[in-house]
């Protein structure tokens, strides 16, 4: 379960702003004063309403709608609070939590879950000032809302969920008594979560499993698991007043007192107390700047912690995080990376969905570019992301780039694919310049690798044969350079064909992504027959353009010209047994039923328009590729998109 669109409106410096959060990880950047860690405090004061207002239906008391027993958010008295118990939004004087003062503060999550088989519902909680030391909450039914509906979403009642608000200053008090759980679930719920981190570990231990996983991300954030944090409880909560905790990093160390750990090392294990504590349906996590005591290395590290724990928790844990850190952002994928405004009223996406101007030669420009100059960073410059990135990608073109870092991030289950692009506009550039590159700059720029140490080499040389495919991997690794370079040939004309290799894998992508275009019931059957069709449709007219000889002659002319430009990059004599005759491959292969070794990115869009056409639709074919990506699945996606994450990771 997870808060899949969130909606703020007049709430601090926002008058309206609207969210669609991934269920996993959200972090949130943008200038100062930008609202970010206003969204925290609004998802946290969702939260505490829900939690709050949270009653059973007393015995023999019956209410439109609700059944004995079931769960509801109380009305009068219930409705009516006091300034000062309302703990996740601080505030000097009780109307300053409004944007504007006389009117409510509405805050909406529509909720989503893929565990269970039940319509998203949303969740609307009004905020009014009674006077001047109390607020009115009042829910208020979106539309379709019903409580049994309500009653059947969640497992979890009376506390479905969970909330950890976790501050950016990480200070430990040095003397900590036991607490009840409700006191210190109170304590966090008021942002004082370091105030009891001894009694959070207390209460993590007594699940052992989870306490475990604690301290092995924790030791994989704080030393990379060249050492292992050792965490020791001392006390009873049966019969002591206070209890102790000590930390040491190795058997040679001694113990510590908690309290002498460096910020940092608080802050990590207070976040990962966050990951690993109760679960819920629904855990929020919500780090304000965690990056503030963290060193770049911790940054990159801690979130591929929160990453992996978010996707692990089987849609229960769903974690926010405010930052300008550029460090954190850099290690950000940018679906999960969101850039906030100084503006009042907005919706916001992931910038992955942001326009980008690509450069047709050169180093592409990063997402992350646009929103860490916008921060003002004076070292936000393509090429400190390159020395930066775990991979640098030789590609021929923009679009090449945008789709491999597309494919690679749908295809790994990892964080971030941390890479930035150098295209060469077309192969003939790459063919003839890619070893002038080598020398002149990949080898002479370095961070604690050259360029060249972290490049791989991805491109097509448009019309081969596979067995001439082959040969020129093996001549690129026979020649010195390049002996080290990862490559890969793609098996196709080009980088979009590559979902034409097998037919038997593209009906089901398409099933999908008519599914997400259209957005009403389609008969799968009847996309995956009318997709065969058309796909047997372009090899037949393929097989009578090479008939009529025109396609035959560019097809001849092409592999002159690049036989003629890789004897630049290669040696000759490994190049002497390539490039015979290519007709007969060609129609082997079409009379096989294949068409990717001759098929361009436009026949691709033709096939998928017929189809839609077929089906009585019309196809937006601006982005189709990104969106055929996205429609993939491990089962549906060309293997060749494996080979190139085993080629790039």
Known sequence: MHIKRFVIENFRRFERVEFDFNGDLNVLTGVNNSGKTSVLEAVALW?????????????????????????????????????AAIRSVRSTRH??????EGEPLTIEATLDSSLIDVEPI?????????????????????????????????????????????SPVAAILSREEFLTRPAINAKVLARESMSVLRNRLYQLKKQPERFSRLVDDASF????????????LGGDEARDVSLDAQVRTSAREPLLDLSLLGSGSLQVIEILLGLHGERRDLNLVLLDEPDSHLHRDLQRRLLDVLMQRAKESNDTCQVFVTTHNEGLIR?????????????????????????????????????????LQSLGNETALDLLNALESDRLVLVEGDDDAR???????????????????????GVDGLLLNLDHYRTGIFEAVRNQRTLWEKSALV?????????????????????????????????????????????AKLA??????????????????????????EFDALVERFKVRLRDGELLKSIEGQRISRKKNLEVLLPKKSLLRMFGEYLSEANRMLDAGKVHHLARKEDLADLVEAVYQRLGHTLQRDGLFDRIIQSTTPHSRPSAWDDLVATVR
């Open 47 to 83: 939260a505490e309403c829900f939690d709050t207002k949270m009653r059973r239906l007393p015995e023999g008391e019956v209410r439109p709608g609700l059944r004995r027993g079931d769960y509801w958010f109380g009305e009068s008295p219930a409705n009516r609070f006091a300034s």
């Open 95 to 100: 109307g300053d939590v409004f944007n504007l």
């Open 122 to 166: 949303s969740i609307r909680f009004e905020l009014t000032l009674v006077g001047v030391s109390e607020y009115q909450v009042d829910h208020v039914p979106t539309e379709g809302f019903s409580w049994e509906r309500f009653n059947e979403f969640f497992n979890a009642f009376p506390r479905p969920i969970e909330t950890v608000f976790v």
């Open 221 to 232: 954030v704080l030393f990379n698991r060249a050492l292992r944090v050792d965490v020791v």
């Open 331 to 371: 290690s950000t994928r940018a679906d999960h990376l969101f850039h906030l405004e100084a503006v009042t009223t907005k919706s916001y996406r992931p910038i992955v969905h942001d326009d980008v101007l690509s450069r047709h030669a050169g180093l592409q420009p990063s997402r992350h570019v646009k929103v």
């Open 403 to 425: 789709y491999i870092q597309a494919i690679v991030e749908r295809v790994s289950a990892r964080n971030a694919f941390r890479a930035m692009y150098w295209a060469f506009g």
């Open 459 to 503: 491109f097509d040389v448009d019309y081969v044969t596979d067995a001439e495919r082959v040969a020129i991997e093996a001549a690129l690794k026979a020649t010195k350079g390049y002996d080290k370079l990862p490559v890969m040939l793609w098996p196709a004309y080009t980088l979009e064909a590559t979902v034409l290799v097998d037919v």
């Open 508 to 533: 089901p992508t398409l099933v999908e992504l008519v599914r997400r275009d259209v957005r009403e019931p389609v008969e799968a059957a009847e996309i995956e027959r009318v997709t065969r069709e």
